[in-house]
């Protein structure tokens, strides 16, 4: 008996192993060199599209940090909000509103910050519209990249990584 397209594509599928790894859930870790890179990559990449005419190279730097901080929430440390796969308990609770109270005014503050100190930059800089418009486009992947990294730097700051756990 011959086997059908579909089923010679779930096998093939199932030869990587990656269905495999969705009946699990993920091992949370502390990702602490991960998201300090996310975070200095895209205060760079921000710093070089307000500060220098190089304004591509501004947006990839910042690209390159907002992309390293989006797996952050999938394998860091802080498990997500309404998880069937996941036991959330009382610790992660914690350490999730604490992470989360911790960012927020950081992000507050970067945004009240952006949104006035661009334009005025901008204004002070004799940059065209276009730049403006795309220079506020960075700020908010800027503000999205700071919602993935800051909590999981914090709570990665907080818990003990494996190496401490081991030497008790």
């Not at 947006?59 to 390159?64: E, F, T, Y």
Request: without cysteine; aromatic residues 8%.
């Amino acid at each position: 008996m011959t086997k059908t397209l579909n089923q010679r594509l779930d096998d093939i599928a199932n030869r990587t192993g990656i269905p495999a790894l969705t009946t699990r859930p993920p091992r949370r870790r502390p990702l602490r060199a991960l998201a300090a890179t996310s975070l200095a990559l895209g205060t760079l990449g921000m710093a070089v599209a307000l500060f220098s005419d190089h304004l591509m190279i501004g947006d990839g730097v910042l690209l390159a940090g907002f992309m390293l901080s989006v797996w952050l929430p999938l394998k860091g440390p802080i498990k997500p909000w309404m998880s069937p796969s996941e036991r959330v308990d009382e610790l992660d609770v914690e350490i999730r509103a604490k992470a989360y109270l911790t960012a927020l005014p950081v992000i507050m503050l970067v945004a009240a910050f952006g949104l006035v100190g661009i334009p005025m930059l901008a204004w002070y800089q004799h940059r065209p519209p276009a730049e403006t418009v795309a220079l506020g486009g960075f700020g908010a992947m800027y503000l999205l990249m700071l919602w993935n990294a800051v909590p999981t730097l914090y709570a990665s700051w907080q818990m003990a990584s494996v190496g401490d756990e081991d030497d008790q």
